[in-house]
């Protein structure tokens, strides 16, 4: 655990950092780490915090749950300029998620539900542990998503799965949420923590460069036109070939000094 500055002084979560991974825990428990303003305020300080050693964060919550979403009791008494405003405040959040400095591998568990699947979403790759389940409550609480569902959830399933969500109040499981694309790995209860390191020191082994390119431009380049992704990939592509970092690594897999593509 990170033991003193801006990381050691959030309460609401659990900060750790080894080497290159940078361990970020929803410790909300008895609330199922319930998203209120504190919690989503520091996980915006957290992220923007991050060590400059750190190249890849694993995000996972404490207790039975992943995340119960939004804190519900914090609802009653808001104004409209302040639901706008509350909600804009989670998408600065979860933007410095989205598009931060480092890819983020969120390790799901329990419940991932309403906005739990909404920063969820936000995050870079999600391993889903079997007891993982998915929901999106807001119909029946009266609500429409606020931390960017609506824009990041289609783009994972697609308007009509998130619709039925939506709609129907439908619960759809581990198994079920790897299929429709909410999670890309599903493994045993209790191996989602050492599954989500694993890949992030992986991760943080690739160029810089390589992963801002994946978190930065994948997303805007699947919501241009044709024409205008193919140039943007070939701006990207030429950054990201021409660092010393790239050059190093070509000539190591010349040279013999680097892996080959195995499978397995
Ligand atoms: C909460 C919340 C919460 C639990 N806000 N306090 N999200 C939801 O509609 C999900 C609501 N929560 C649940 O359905 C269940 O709590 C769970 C399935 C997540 C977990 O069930 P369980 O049996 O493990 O826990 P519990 O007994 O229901 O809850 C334990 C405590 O956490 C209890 O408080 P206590 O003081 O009585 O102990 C609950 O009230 C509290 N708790 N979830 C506040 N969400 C930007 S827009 C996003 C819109 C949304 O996210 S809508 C979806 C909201």
Redesign the pocket.
């Known amino acids: 655990p990170v033991s003193s500055g801006t990381l050691a002084a959030l309460d609401l979560l659990q900060v750790s950092v080894d080497g290159a991974v940078a361990h970020i825990r929803l410790n909300r428990p008895?609330?199922?780490n319930?998203?209120s303003d504190p919690l989503i305020q520091q996980l915006h300080t957290a992220f923007v915090n991050l060590p400059q050693a750190v190249g890849a964060v694993v995000l996972s919550g404490e207790g039975?749950?992943f995340c119960?979403?939004?804190?519900?009791?914090e609802l009653v008494e808001r104004d409209v300029i302040g639901g706008v405003l509350?909600?804009r405040m989670?998408h600065a959040a979860f933007d410095q998620v989205q598009f931060g400095r480092v890819p983020v591998i969120a390790v799901l568990h329990?419940?991932v539900?309403?906005?739990?699947l909404?920063l969820a979403a936000a995050c870079h790759v999600r391993v889903a542990e079997a007891s993982a389940y998915f929901?999106?409550?807001?119909g029946?609480?009266g609500?429409?998503?606020?931390?960017g569902?609506s824009a990041r959830i289609p783009r994972l399933i697609g308007v009509a799965r998130m619709s039925d969500m939506m709609l129907t109040g439908r619960v759809i499981d581990a198994e079920q949420g790897v299929q429709a694309g909410l999670a890309q790995y599903l493994v045993p209860d209790g191996e989602g923590l050492a599954h989500g390191i694993a890949l992030a020191r992986r991760i943080a082994t690739n160029a810089p460069m390589s992963n801002f390119a994946v978190m930065h431009a994948l997303p805007r380049i699947a919501d241009q036109s044709q024409s205008e992704g193919l140039f943007t990939e070939s701006l990207m592509a030429a950054v990201a070939e021409s660092t010393p970092d790239a050059q190093e690594r070509l000539r190591a897999f010349l040279d013999k000094r680097a892996g080959k593509v195995l499978k397995g």
Do not use: I, N, T, Y
């Open positions: 008895a609330k199922r319930a998203l039975e749950h119960a979403g939004l804190d519900l009791s509350h909600s989670w329990g419940a539900v309403g906005g739990g909404e929901g999106l409550p807001e029946q609480r609500l429409f998503v606020g931390g569902g």
